[in-house]
């Protein structure tokens, strides 16, 4: 299994740019998130998913888009790009049980904002 | 806002000793997990506790839950240059149509050869 894989690993943007991060996985889980992690601010929850079809806003959501069409697959959309969005983006995923079990995560896409 | 906070932020010790860290959370939690993020890399699961558990132990690693302070700890026993990591504490939550995983700001372990 390739886990959790993420793509690009490095981006630039300028501001207002588009773009999309990827994120698959290939363990057949359920729920999928979003993470930004910023210097001294932990994992902060963007976006998440509960299954194909299914996706709810996480802590700072605002700027974000995301779908959710194949159990697998868990894309992140940029939609106008600002500074403010420089970070690193780590998604993960696990198996529902009871509750949120292991989070298996990517290893992450560092995005600078120009 | 986030929820778990863990104590200290830096923490610097001999190979050998023993490290603890501390995590504090405000609201009500189904499980409380620890994560380990090497410098530039994602991170990994260590240890997950459920809230009708006290203690749980992996290898190493000793972690402890009291839900009527709303803390946990992380004991990493006799520690080696590898221990050295970011430690994340995660408080997570479901229910209400509500799936969600917050972790703290982290403590950052270093240990000296």
């Known amino acids: 299994n390739a886990g959790v894989t993420q793509t690009p690993k490095f981006q630039v943007l300028k501001t207002g740019q588009s773009m999309t991060l990827q994120c698959a996985q290939d363990?057949?889980?359920?729920?999928m998130s979003w993470y930004r992690q910023d210097p001294g601010m932990g994992l902060r929850l963007i976006h998440y998913s509960v299954g194909a079809g299914i996706t709810d806003q996480g802590e700072v959501p605002n700027g974000y888009n995301v779908s959710r069409s194949t159990t697998e697959d868990f894309p992140l959309r940029l939609l106008s790009a600002a500074p403010s969005q420089t970070s690193v983006y780590f998604c993960?995923?696990?198996?529902?049980?009871?509750?949120?079990?292991?989070?298996?995560f990517g290893p992450g896409t560092r995005l600078t904002v120009l | 806002s986030q929820q778990g906070e863990e104590d200290p932020q830096a923490l610097s010790i001999q190979e050998g000793e023993n490290a603890t860290m501390n995590c504090s959370y405000k609201t009500s939690i189904n499980n409380l997990q620890w994560y380990r993020q090497n410098s530039g890399r994602g991170l990994v699961h260590l240890i997950l506790?459920?809230?009708?558990?006290r203690e749980k132990h992996s290898g190493r690693l000793r972690v402890t839950l009291d839900t009527s302070k709303k803390s946990s700890s992380l004991l990493i026993t006799a520690s080696r240059a590898a221990d050295t990591a970011s430690y994340f504490c995660a408080r997570a939550y479901s229910g209400a149509g509500s799936y969600q995983l917050t972790f703290g700001k982290g403590t950052k372990l270093s240990v000296i050869p």
């Open positions: 363990m057949n889980h359920e729920y």
């Open positions: 506790i459920r809230s009708n558990e």
């Open positions: 993960a995923s696990t198996k529902r049980g009871l509750g949120i079990n292991e989070q298996f």
